[in-house]
């Protein structure tokens, strides 16, 4: 098909987000969302692809801040809203879309790209690569004690005397702008969390009841430390239902933030304990979540889902991985294969210590025909796509398990162990914002 790529706007909602609304299955958006969806696009770039007069594929990109293992942060565009009409679909609207995306990102000079995909299929051919996963826990709360001697800032089930340390706030914008200033210093505490768009506040303190699946509204519940200053927040709903007479209500937790483990362990008891529940449901956790750990008994905490959430691509190979932090001082040449932006392949020296990382773009190297092949020069210490280099980037994977999974190749087993000790993170990365 002939088509051309335009920038346009939410001045031209709804008709250039008719393909999202086909592809999400949205048709008959209400006035109120439409007024939403404009309000959130204020700050946000939109390519849309027109033929014949008709709007046929959308793409979207939100601005962010992306937290790297060691706490630098690096501007990342959120890839959004990518669709194409069913009648348009497989003739390359969405590459050509995605392409003009990412060429304009890297001109602005933003190292990185991120998005969430409706479908693990669809990103990897443009360079992105898994960046963060999580973890889904249900529990029956009269069986999910945590350890006597666990941590915990302050007990949530102290003396009487003392002021609880979980406070709940009712007002709904007083509650988001707590926990948006929560969120500020949370975010740098992992790789892989962002700045949220204050359009996930508003959206968070309306609270549709459209979208609350048959329950409550959000409850937020906040932490405070010893001085009273807030260091945490859990929102969740509740749909109360009662079994044979006897309670069985479920309390489905929204997110759980808590500056330190500890804090998250006295919120966890503190859900535990709300009256009349009797499953309580704790979706999206980072994956070495600390608190199966904790529990007495840690099979009360059931896994019921393992996924992909946040999607890495790398643009600026050089200033991405010299902007992260390593856990080994050593020096590796890596081969990039970029086949979507052919001009990010090369070969790239990593000195990972011991203060600032240093990368240098070797000299002639250029996109390797034939892939693997060039692996014959000893100098090539890994070589591997740029979609597998976006699992390493955040720490989401090792070197090692990428090559047992023939993604990746390493010089020799030995130049694999060095590898996985230079790209070892402390914290899985992890993220739990959507847009
Ligand atoms: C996903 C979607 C945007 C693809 O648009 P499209 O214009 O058909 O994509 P293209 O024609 O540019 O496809 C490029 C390549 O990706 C492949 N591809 C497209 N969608 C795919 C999918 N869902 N799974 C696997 N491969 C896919 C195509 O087969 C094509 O491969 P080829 O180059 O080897 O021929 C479109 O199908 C859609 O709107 N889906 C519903 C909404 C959605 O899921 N959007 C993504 C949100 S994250």
């Avoid at 046929?56 to 990342?76: C, D, H, K, N, S």
């Avoid at 979507?340 to 996109?367: H, Q």
Wanted: proline share 7%.
């Amino acid at each position: 098909v002939d088509f051309e790529i335009v920038e346009t706007g939410p001045s031209d909602f709804p008709a250039v987000i008719w393909p999202d609304l086909n592809g999400f299955g949205m048709v008959g958006l209400d006035d109120e969302k439409l007024v939403e969806y404009r309000t959130n696009f204020a700050d946000a770039r939109i390519l849309g692809a027109r033929a014949d007069g008709e709007w046929v594929g959308t793409i979207g990109e939100y601005p962010f801040e992306l937290t790297l293992p060691g706490g630098a942060m690096v501007p990342a565009a959120g890839v959004t809203w990518a669709a194409v009409l069913p009648t348009h679909r497989r003739r390359g609207v969405l590459s050509a879309l995605m392409g003009r995306l990412l060429d304009d990102v890297a001109e602005r000079g933003w190292p990185v790209a991120t998005l969430l995909a409706s479908e693990a299929g669809i990103y990897p051919r443009y360079g992105f690569g898994v960046a963060t996963q999580y973890a889904s826990f249900r529990c029956d709360p009269r069986h999910a004690q945590l350890r006597g001697d666990s941590a915990t800032a302050s007990s949530p089930v102290a003396t009487a005397a003392d002021p609880p340390p979980v406070r709940l706030v009712a007002d709904a914008a007083q509650a988001t702008a707590l926990a948006a200033e929560v969120w500020e210093r949370y975010r740098t505490t992992r790789p892989g969390l962002t700045t949220r768009r204050p359009w996930t506040w508003d959206h968070l303190a309306r609270d549709p009841s459209s979208e609350r699946d048959g329950f409550s509204g959000w409850v937020w519940a906040f932490h405070r430390d010893a001085t009273g200053a807030t260091d945490g927040y859990a929102r969740y709903r509740m749909k109360e239902q009662e079994r044979d007479g006897l309670p069985a209500g479920v309390l489905r937790v929204g997110e759980l933030v808590g500056l330190t483990p500890a804090v998250e362990a006295d919120l966890f008891t503190f859900l535990c304990g709300v009256d009349l529940i009797r499953t309580v449901e704790l979706p999206y956790r980072p994956v070495d979540d600390p608190l199966p750990w904790r529990l007495l008994d840690r099979r009360q905490l059931v896994v019921t889902e393992m996924g992909d959430f946040g999607w890495l691509r790398v643009l600026d190979v050089a200033a991405t991985l010299a902007t992260r932090r390593y856990g080994a001082v050593d020096e590796l040449v890596l081969e990039v294969h970029d086949g979507f932006r052919p001009e990010g392949s090369g070969r790239y020296l990593l000195r990972t210590g011991p203060r600032e990382p240093e990368v240098e773009r070797l000299a002639g190297s250029s996109p390797a025909p034939g892939g693997y092949q060039s692996l014959t020069e000893t100098t090539v210490d890994l070589s591997l796509d740029v979609a597998d280099l976006a699992s390493l980037v955040l720490g989401t994977v090792a070197p090692s398990v990428l090559a047992a999974a023939g993604r990746l190749h390493a010089r020799d087993p030995e130049v694999l162990a060095r590898a996985d000790a230079c790209f070892r993170t402390g914290l899985a990365p992890f993220t739990n914002t959507e847009y």
